[in-house]
């Protein structure tokens, strides 16, 4: 019962203010973090352990049990389907799921393309809406799809609406809002239910404060 | 379609070699003993189902029923579980037999998988059905035993979460007003998306008090006291059953002495619609997935035409091994190797040897590859070589 609790985390932004988070919730952590290329970062003071993953694959860490907790957008719970719960809404890095393409785009006629990070994602959404779409899957600059003609929309998330205009992409439609979420892999959850329980409890109280 | 590999197997599809047989059949040996010492009965179904039965009885979902078609054209099942063909069995062969019946099974089961790669489609399972006894000395019974299996298994630690999806429907049903509704909340529950199931509530037109008490709901896990808890959210009708339902069992545990083991957990959904009352999960160290999980399901017996209702538990014996962790070594082995001239006299030896219980192997110099390696393998070589009728000398 002396291991610390395992978070798996995406590096970068999300990390900090979910540590911002758990600082505010009570929990001893160092005012920095030194090395940022670690991929485990302990802080025994709390009886915590970070994993440094990629986004994506937070829900796989959690749902095979190596971390007991994660903090994934609700884009990558839509696009994974792990088998997780998911807890908490963390209302951090706020952002949503859009369809996008170029000014003046016209629904093709001929196997329209859509290009996204998120296939399940956005086969899902063209599904519900009747529309019969090929989805293609890219890894990262999807905006790149539509200027040099691999697809004439794409499924990605927007925060800010930065990057769609210095592309010169319109926003067409909204999909779904995402926030990060806490999520626990369901062995850790009724193994572990005390500390978590407590983690949950106390980190909710900040969420729901700073909501209201 | 690419043609695949000489080497290679359908998709999840896995070989079992000595080692982890060994160490699997170490642990069903010891599984089966318990199972056996209380009265559970083990049989035996076919790999082989119709689909129309068996395949849309099962609580499996469709996408993960390998099917296939006979010559007739009718489309079977590889057996995706155990408890629907004991129902089966039970409204068929064993018709005659009165209830309550006691059955166990081990067996491989087949749920095809679509994620990842290597995922086992195949794996086997250790179960028993108690069918035809409502009583919850049925429920305790039933949970008791794979509480005593995990731990004759050699699980240091574990858990079992228990649930009643009987309170559950009935509080939904209680506050939202219609089955639809419910069924909304239900899901978000099955999918464990709790961050979901609040925003829903929020968003339904309720009064403050009702909304508190959806949201009460995922609070009762815990101790025996969250049964306490639950009563002042909803007391009545089938809601008021399964509370006392769950009162009565947390005494036959009590008296099972395995309480030590179990949590309440009242959002514990596992199916959308397959069980009836109280349900459960076991869960062990060191392995982020349930090993095990059971439940009552009163409602699958009526679709072979001889109601009743029953319970039982199953375990993921893949599961199991890999939470003990451990794999066993191979049993020790003698090895006799013989030149033809000497073959009669190492037969007797080997003969010998094997009746005080030795494992013994037979082996011809001539057919050895490497005498290094074959040497290597064994902890014990004795030598019947050469034309001298003299002793054996080991190695």
Redesign the interface.
Known sequence: MNEPLTVAMPKGRIFDEAVDLLREAGFPLPPEFDDSRKLIVDAPEADLRFILAKPMDVPTY?????ADLGVAGKDTMIEEER???????LNISECYMAVAALPGYQKSDINPKVASKYPNLATKYFKEQGEQVEIIKLNGSIELAPLVGLADRIVDIVSTGRTLRENGLVELETIVPITS?LIV????Y??K?GRI?DLVERLSKVVEVEES | MSTPFMFEKPAGMRDTLPAYYQTKNTVRERLERVIGSWGYLPIETPALEYYDTVGTASAILDRQLFKLLDQDGNTLVLRPDMTTPIARVAASSLKDQAFPLRLSYHSPLFRAQQKEGGRPAEFEQMGIELVGDGTASADGEVIALMAETLKSAGLAEFQIAIGHIGYVNALLLDVVGSEDRANVLRRYLYEKNYVGYKQHVKSLPLSSIDEKRLLNLLKLRGGRDKLTDAETLVNNGKAGQALEDLKQLWEVLDGYGVSDYIKLDLNLVMHMSYYTGVVFEGYGERLGFPLSSGGRYDELLEKFNRPAQATGFGIRLDLLVEALGQTEELPAQTCIVFSKERRCEAIAEAKRLRQQGERVVLQDLQGVESVDELSGAFVDVQYFIGKKQGGSKDE
């Open positions: 959690v749902e095979h049990g190596v088998d997780v719960y998911e807890i908490l809404d979420r892999n369901p062995v850790s009724r193994m239910d329980d």
